[in-house]
């Protein structure tokens, strides 16, 4: 089962690593540090709905939020391998971390789905 | 004879280097790898406070102003300053391997490795900006 995911789960990991690169330092930038350390002012809670309302602005959430969380998944599995010398516990480490990135995900997709 | 099986006396046992868990703190090129790699966490938390962020948003503005409060809070601010140097740290790397992982043709010619390394920087400037206005320049 896991064998025959496994391109799956690589595809995943370049992809959420792709997004993660691309993307991520700067929604860091602007709603981790810019915006409360009150460097620049924060987006009204009525114009950030209506810009979450558009679909694409839905889908494109959904790929930042969902793929770098398999893309983070992928490689703490493999560090737990080769890190701490895990491999021994894969079963538990990969049921972990898939899953906690699919729960992730499926909770991403409910939340923005009834997004209204 | 018998039909067992046969077995050595002396089947040499393979000597296995021991190897500690603390392995790759032996070398700075070592600890870059593992530390490389455990960009994955703060990359996972980063996804999950954007999807409390989503969730906040979608229970309404009290929802939303605690999630805006505790952003503000000195440990979120630390935390992000983690984040970020992480991601940052994350983003260089990527770049850099992207030449490695994928070969890149143009008319049978291997395109160099600096070409991909430097549009990747651009490609990323301006998906920033583009990012930076639609969520700032409103």
């Known amino acids: ?116 | 004879m018998t039909t067992e099986a046969r077995y050595s006396l002396y089947h040499p046992k393979w000597y296995r280097h021991p190897v500690s868990v603390w392995w790759w703190l032996s070398s700075w090129r070592f600890t870059k790898f593992v530390l490389r790699e455990l960009t994955s966490v703060p990359v996972a938390i980063f996804s999950l406070l954007t999807l409390w962020q989503v969730r906040s948003l979608a229970n309404g503005p009290e929802a939303y102003a605690r999630f805006e409060a505790w952003m503000s809070t000195p440990l979120a601010i630390a935390l992000n300053l983690l984040i970020f140097v992480a991601v940052l740290f994350h983003a260089q790397t990527w770049f850099h391997l992207a030449p490695k992982a994928m070969e890149v043709r143009l008319s049978g010619k291997r395109v160099p490795d600096l070409l991909i390394i430097v549009s990747n920087y651009i490609g990323w400037l301006v998906v920033s900006a583009v990012v930076a206005w639609l969520w700032l320049g409103r």
């Not at chain 1, 391109?7 to 981790?32: E, I, K, M, N, R």
């Not at chain 1, 809670?45 to 398999?70: C, G, M, T």
């Open chain 1, 1 to 116: 089962m896991l064998k025959r995911m496994t391109p799956l789960l690589w595809f995943l990991f370049s992809a959420g690593g792709t997004v993660a690169a691309l993307l991520f330092p700067v929604h860091v930038l602007v709603t981790g540090l810019l915006i409360p350390l009150g460097w620049i002012d924060a987006p009204g809670y009525d114009s950030v709905v209506s810009l979450v309302r558009h679909p694409l602005a839905r889908l494109y959430l959904f790929v930042l939020i969902s793929l770098p969380l398999f893309h983070g998944a992928h490689r703490f599995r493999y560090t737990l391998y080769d890190g701490l010398k895990l491999k021994h516990l894969h079963v538990p480490i990969v049921l972990i971390c898939y899953g906690s990135a699919l729960t992730g995900t499926v909770a991403t997709g409910y939340f923005l789905w009834n997004f209204s």
